[in-house]
Structures are given as structure tokens and as C-alpha cells.
């Protein structure tokens, strides 16, 4: 069984920021993994944000969150981070990790992702 479990969402103004942080936990632990998030705001489809490596050292983005977001694996593995700042309301979306058995090649669609967290609600006011 495999469990993914999301904290840090909330509420902020505009330009704030806000991190996110994904707990793996489970079967999956004994194996290599990619990590990931995804976002889906009411009345529109779940869409890729940012994905991570297996080894951290590849990390793929979203245009529209370039520059803006950070995405990092913690030194455990298990963990994954999505550091978001300037945020503006075009960000409000509950946002889910995710987990891969590719491991070593971010990967950026929903069908790439076996393993889904339950969300977190992050809100942004104007």
C-alpha cells in the first residue's frame, strides 16, 4: 500500500508565498521513484506544476510557474517540497503530489502517476 499525504496549504495575498510539502510512505519507499505536483482549480482539468527526480537532480516545470516555483526532494527520499512564491490568484487550485515508478526522468502528465495524495487547498486573494 501506498500513501501520499500533502501539507502547507492555505491562504495568502497576492505576491505571498507558500510551501508545500509531500510525505511518501509505504511499499513505494523500497523502491526509486519520481515525485510530483499537480494542480486543478474548480471546473478545470488536474494539470502538471512541477516534478522531481528520483536523485533530485532533474527537476521539470510548468511555463507557467518558471521562475516562480521550486520543486526539491529531501534528503530522505520520501519527502518532496514545492516551494511557491509570487504567487497570484491564477495559482488557487488544489494541489496534489504524486509519485512515478520512473525514476530517473520527471515526468508531466497525469497518466505517468500511479500514486495520488489527497490535496491541499491553496488559496490566493488579489
Known amino acids: 500500500q501506498v500513501q501520499l499525504v500533502e501539507f502547507g496549504g492555505g491562504s495568502v495575498q497576492a505576491g505571498g508565498s507558500l510551501s508545500l510539502s509531500c510525505a511518501a510512505s509505504g511499499s513505494i519507499t523500497y523502491r526509486q521513484y519520481t515525485m510530483g505536483w499537480f494542480r486543478q482549480a474548480p471546473g478545470k482539468e488536474r494539470e502538471f506544476v512541477a516534478a522531481?527526480?528520483?536523485?533530485?537532480?532533474?527537476?521539470a516545470y510548468a511555463d507557467s510557474v518558471k521562475g516562480r516555483f521550486t520543486i526539491s526532494r529531501g534528503s530522505t527520499k520520501s519527502m518532496a517540497f514545492l516551494q511557491m512564491n509570487s504567487l497570484n490568484p491564477e495559482d488557487t487550485a488544489v494541489y496534489y503530489c504524486?509519485?512515478?515508478?520512473?525514476?530517473?526522468?520527471?515526468?508531466?502528465?497525469?497518466?505517468?502517476?500511479?500514486?495520488w495524495g489527497q490535496g491541499t487547498q491553496v488559496t490566493v486573494s488579489s
Open positions: 504524486a509519485a512515478s515508478l520512473e525514476a530517473e526522468s520527471p515526468r508531466t502528465t497525469v497518466y505517468d502517476y500511479a500514486h
Open positions: 522531481v527526480s528520483w536523485s533530485g537532480s532533474s527537476a
